[in-house]
């Protein structure tokens, strides 16, 4: 423990407290390595009842999923997390300890207002920004989703809308009417899928619905439809989002990993970022499936080879 004024040493910060970042820290911790994981409390998926793909946790929440990795993490004495804590800034270290210096906000008793750490592990994932309909919120995470591989199952086979303003829409359609052969595509009044592409979604049996929206109908997290501006109402039980999605890192002072046009961090197949010792995991690094399975094994690579790196070795395993 530190007086407060100089920085406390480890050999990884982990910013962010999800799968990755718990992932991470498991792997870290047993490889015997002093972690302090920076976990601002405040998930992307809160609003989610139940999450899926995660084998063995089919259908868990991922509140739920998060309390089991944390009392997992509990028996590593070299791993610490502190709770409701942001990080200010990541910067290069002036000093001799560590490679960077970490600047956190925390409520946790008697942790140093800076960290000074070997490496840095980005686990932050994504912030999004859903389309300006008035109760989207209401219905979020329990009858209207983001991602069609996590939940599009529980919806099969009923009447769906896929609402967005993004080009992607078209993709998304196609992929979606794997599981729905009564799919609405609804643009809210941009003019993002061309004549083209809206007549091979015809020709698939997907709607367009390029009226703007005024509100989403239903009750208790259900939605029952989607109502436009000019008063219509189309019927639907449930559907998609295609929220607007942007990197949770503008923490970075002095440091400047490679990044795409999107802000995601620019990773190689290890988690490696283009600035040495800085590493990122899930969906904070150049966008890919988004569940949590995914993120948890890309935190779990990231760790092993951020352990490998740290030793001077490169080896397969």
Not at 35 to 46: C, E, K, L, Q, W
């Amino acid at each position: 423990m530190t007086d407060g004024h100089c920085p406390a040493s480890v050999d990884v910060v982990i910013i962010g407290g999800g799968p990755a970042g718990l992932s991470a820290a498991l792997n870290l911790g047993r490889a015997r390595a002093s972690v302090v994981v920076v976990d601002a409390g405040r998930p992307r998926n809160a609003a989610t009842l139940r999450s899926h793909g995660f084998l063995t946790r089919d259908g868990i929440s991922p509140i739920e999923l998060r309390k089991l990795a944390r009392a997992e993490l509990q028996q590593y004495p070299n791993v610490r997390i502190l709770d409701r804590a942001r990080v200010g800034a990541v910067r290069p270290a002036l000093g001799p300890d560590g490679r960077f210096e970490v600047a956190v906000t925390t409520r946790t008793p008697g942790e140093p207002p800076v960290l000074a750490a070997e490496t840095v592990l980005v686990a932050t994932g994504l912030g999004e920004t859903l389309p300006a309909i008035p109760s989207i919120r209401s219905f979020y995470g329990m009858s209207m989703f983001s991602c069609a591989a996590c939940d599009a199952w529980e919806l099969q086979d009923k009447p769906l809308a896929l609402i967005g303003e993004t080009p992607d829409l078209p993709d998304r359609a196609r992929l979606l009417a794997r599981w729905t052969n009564d799919l609405t595509v609804f643009t809210n009044g941009t003019d993002v899928v061309d004549a083209v592409a809206e007549a091979e979604l015809a020709a698939s049996g997907i709607a367009v619905e390029r009226r703007a929206i005024d509100d989403l109908e239903g009750e208790k997290g259900a939605v029952s439809g989607v109502r436009l501006a000019d008063g219509s109402v189309i019927p639907v039980a449930g559907g998609f989002v295609r929220p607007v999605w942007h990197a949770a890192a503008d923490f970075f002072d002095g440091v400047d990993p490679d990044r795409d046009l999107d802000g995601h961090l620019i990773v190689d197949g290890s988690g490696r970022t283009s600035v040495p010792g800085l590493y990122a995991a899930g969906d904070a690094a150049a966008p890919g499936p988004q569940q949590l399975i995914v993120a948890a094994g890309q935190g779990a690579r990231a760790a092993a080879v951020l352990v490998h790196d740290l030793v001077g070795v490169r080896t397969s395993h």
